[in-house]
């Protein structure tokens, strides 16, 4: 248990409260039972619980300040910052260039992040993303029947 | 019927999905950090062009052979390519550094053969009976049934009951999302037209169970080569006298396999344990277990392909997944429009004949793939993982797009990844969420059915003999996990005070 848990705790409660108004936006009918409003409402309060009993557990935490935790976030790995960069790069860029373009790319970029600070083989890497992304285009496309987005290609 | 059922599967293009799903789970299973879980996600979208018979047999396939792929790893690597082959390690591996890794392979995957077999007979019998009992259920039953399998959060949340709580509520208010139920008036869309149908379940499946492990590998880096043990295999790999020596581990393991597999929430990962602690306590040579011991290698790999005739029970009969590929496996039913249940046995007849014969085949298949294919699996195992995965991510893409042609599925899939990564920074587990993802819609629109059939009155729902058994049995079951929950917290604690 940390300071994170608490965090996590605060969240819970938060979300809790952001459902729960949220509820009272839904329209609503039930003549006879519940209605659409009424499980919303449960789980905001099951938000709230958890996250109070998670910031309970932890309480003696909550006024301790902790260097290892900051030092493990300043020391956190940046690849997957980066991954995420290059994830958000690839969805942007399929429905202009299309799926075989931009998996090339992203497969590419992908090695070139996940192989970070060893010996990068950039001619292998380009034939690899070339090949896989045109052979699971074709695989799927051809074989499978699955709609892909085809781009400036198409 | 069931004749029917399995001329189904008799066809050049079912087999030849069965055999490249079992090839496919193989590897899946085999490939440490990618699991038989991410394997049926990725493949589920394909099936969307295929008759419930054909992609239901593919799914099988995957399922039987990532469970059993997992030995490959664990005994020529030294890391177990599934959870459930973790007791693989033990004995696998030392039998591969004494040149045994031929013997070793042999006695794994014959036995895992068996197990898959024996589970398999018992499913065949014994899944018909349960869906007979289940057949008198009704809204007041099935919300009881729902709300009893949100008690298997507390068999899945690992070291924190409230964290495993927290998932399971997350995932069930991802689905408040969209319509509501039986007034469909429209809940939490923020506008986006694209949420009025919800979130679909199969790229938050992706997302959480194959993008966050991509994440997770950034994270780690790519790591360094692994090389497999060396190994050469002649014919089973083991004597007539070794096979028969080992009859009465096999069968214990393959009965404790099986009934453990049939609990709810527990899986291969358990069974396996269970089994290889028992056969080295009822060893004549327990000295041995750990050091290269067949009993322990055959304890394991038995128990552990067991289980997926067990874990088959509660998802065909009454529609409960037991753990995260059964989950899966239980929204490739969905998305061909057939909801497991005492129903499917009636309805779908054909089909479930046509499903256990398939997971038959698989098993033939398994043992021939994986006598015949060894080579080219330790080949794929060399493969370096930040080659994989992005290729992998590829494939995830697709998956999610496919399922209804729009990018708005694949940015679903990139958020349950974030999500994903970031509850395992947190340390909340991602099975709850689905399982409160898949529960949720099914326990609301039971308990406004009921309540309408009750006109208001919640007391049916405990009056009503099966539901009021199911319910009690819930209560008793949360309370007994608060109680060991507390109990496993104040002990922390206890031993927590003289290290401070």
């Given amino acids: 248990m940390n300071k994170k848990t608490i965090g996590l705790g605060f969240f819970s409660i938060a979300l809790g409260i952001a459902i729960l108004i949220m509820s009272n936006d839904i329209r609503d009918f039930a003549a006879v039972g519940v209605g659409a409003k009424f499980f919303p409402r449960i789980a905001a309060a099951g938000f709230m619980i958890l996250g109070a009993l998670l910031v309970y557990q932890n309480r003696t935490m909550l006024f301790v300040r902790s260097h290892s935790e900051t030092a493990s976030m300043k020391g956190s790995s940046l690849s997957p910052v980066l991954t995420l960069a290059i994830l958000i790069l690839y969805l942007a860029l399929i429905p202009i260039l299309g799926y075989i373009i931009a998996s090339t790319l992203y497969i590419f970029g992908q090695i070139l992040i996940l192989n970070r600070g060893n010996k990068q083989h950039y001619l292998r890497y380009a034939t690899i993303s070339i090949f896989s992304a045109v052979l699971t285009y074709l695989l799927f496309v051809k074989v499978f029947s699955v709609m892909i987005p085809a781009g400036i290609l198409g | ?500």
């Fill in chain 2, 1 to 500: 019927m069931i004749l029917e059922g399995i001329l189904a599967v008799f066809t050049v293009k079912t087999l030849l999905l069965i055999f490249g799903g079992t090839v496919l789970g193989i590897l899946f299973g085999s490939i440490p950090g990618i699991t038989v879980t991410m394997g049926v996600a990725l493949f589920l979208p394909i099936t969307f062009s295929m008759n419930a018979v054909e992609g239901l047999s593919l799914l099988m396939g995957l399922y039987i052979g990532g469970t059993s792929g997992g030995l490959i790893s664990a005994i020529l690597l030294n890391i177990p390519g599934t959870p459930a082959s973790v007791c693989t390690c033990f004995d696998g591996t030392p039998m591969a550094r004494n040149g045994q890794a031929g013997k070793a392979l042999g006695i794994g995957i014959v036995f895992s053969f068996l197990g898959g077999i024996f589970s398999l007979l018992v499913l065949y019998f014994i899944s018909p009976l349960v869906a007979e009992v289940a057949l008198n259920f009704a809204s007041f039953e099935y919300f009881s049934i729902g709300i009893f399998s949100l008690t298997l959060v507390s068999t899945m949340s690992g070291k924190s009951l409230v964290k495993g709580l927290f998932s399971a509520l997350l995932g069930f208010a991802f689905t408040f999302i969209g319509m509501a139920p039986i007034t469909a008036f429209p809940r939490f869309t923020f506008g986006i037209k694209e949420l009025n149908g919800g979130i679909s379940l199969l790229p938050a499946l992706i997302g959480l169970f194959a993008v966050a492990q991509l994440f997770e590998a950034s994270e780690q880096g790519a790591g360094e080569k692994v090389k497999p043990v060396e190994y050469a295999i002649k014919g089973f790999g083991f004597s007539l006298k070794e096979f028969l020596s080992q009859k009465i581990n096999f069968l214990r393991s393959a009965v404790l396999g099986t009934g453990i597999g049939i609990l709810p929430g527990l899986g291969g990962a358990i069974c396996s344990v269970v089994s290889y602690g028992i056969a080295k306590n009822q060893s004549k040579t327990p000295e041995l277990f750990g050091k290269g011991s067949i009993e322990g290698l055959v304890a394991s790999e038995t128990a552990n392909n067991a289980s997926t005739g067990g874990a088959l029970v509660p998802l065909m009969t009454l529609g409960i997944p037991g753990d995260n590929t059964t989950a899966i496996l239980l929204a490739g039913f969905m998305i061909h429009g057939i909801t497991p249940g005492p129903l499917l046995f009636e309805n779908n007849g054909v089909l479930v004949y046509a499903i256990f014969t398939a997971l038959l085949i698989s098993n033939i298949f398994m043992l021939i793939s994986e006598f015949g294919g060894m080579r080219l699996f330790v080949k794929i195992l060399a493969v370096p993982k930040h080659i994989l995965l992005p290729i992998v991510l590829t494939l995830c893409v697709i998956g999610s797009y496919g399922l209804n042609n729009r990018m708005f599925d694949v940015w679903t899939m990139l958020f349950f990844g974030v999500l994903g990564f970031g509850m395992k920074k947190f340390d909340i587990p991602a099975t709850p969420l689905l399982l409160g993802f898949i529960l949720g819609p099914i326990i609301e629109t039971e308990l406004r059915r009921g309540l309408m059939r009750s006109q208001g009155s919640f007391l049916p729902f405990f009056t009503e003999p099966i539901s009021g058994v199911i319910l009690t049995l819930t209560i008793l079951i949360v309370l007994f996990s608060a109680f060991k929950a507390t109990r496993k917290r104040k002990s922390n604690q206890h031993q927590e005070v003289p290290t401070s």
